[in-house]
């Protein structure tokens, strides 16, 4: 099996990372030569690497082929390109549902939605997926968490959820240089927060529904501080400005 990429950017960059990291051999990948500096740049890093002529030559010698473009490049890329009746396309454009990106691909390919994370070079993160199916499966849990989803809406919604992480990271730089702020070293104010960040987003990663409002109930112990600091960030309005930028990514992907 040779695993194909159209689009070598950041997400296929991470990608690859994450599917030759690891010892042992590794099945050939071949990329498509746009962006020249990051296809070139794989290719002399790892051996498994090839950059095809162009990307009919990834469709033809590739199963499954992942498409990493970006959504105004997805006409350009993919119009004229044949792909197999049996072969898995696996689009990884995050605005695009699987209809739209279908107009583009031959619509015999069993095609296939999915939402890797730049974590997939070090192998970790959720990857939403549809539709369910065990190779695809297989290959994805190679570089994250394959989580089978019912279709294009459940994706989008989760989908925001990604959209979030840029915000996540705010929020620790701002609680990081507040401290710092109060005197503390900014490096270590910095460590401190992504190891608590760690800790405590780990303790939710298994669970039954409503584990967050668990965790948050015995975190807010009755006159303590996070009992305090939740009840002020709610009074300020924090959570309805989560929900709104949840709503206005959710309203951007499903064109309202
Ligand atoms: N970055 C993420 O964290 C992430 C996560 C999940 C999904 N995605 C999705 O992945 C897609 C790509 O995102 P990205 O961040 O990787 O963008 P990117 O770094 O800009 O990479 C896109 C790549 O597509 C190439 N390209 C454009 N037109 C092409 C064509 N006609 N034929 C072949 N290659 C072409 C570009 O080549 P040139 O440089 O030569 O223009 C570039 O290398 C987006 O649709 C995004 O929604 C991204």
Redesign the pocket.
Known sequence: MTIGF???????E?MVEGLCAGEGPKEPILV?P???V?SRGLAARFAAVEVAAD?QAVADACDPVFL????D?VE??LIGISFRPDQRVIS?????GLEEVGRWVNPKARLFRA????TAARRSGPIAYHPADPEVENLLARFGTPVPVAGDAEFSALWCI?GLIATFYGQMEEVSRWAADEGVDAARAETFTASLVAAIAGDGVEGEAGRFAALADRAATLGGLNAQGLRAFRADGGMEALRDALESMHARLSGR
């Open positions: 159209i689009g070598t950017g950041r997400i296929a991470a498509s746009r962006g020249a990051v990307n990493c473009l970006p959504p490049g350009s890329a990884t454009i995050g605005t695009m939402g890797p994370q730049p990604v």
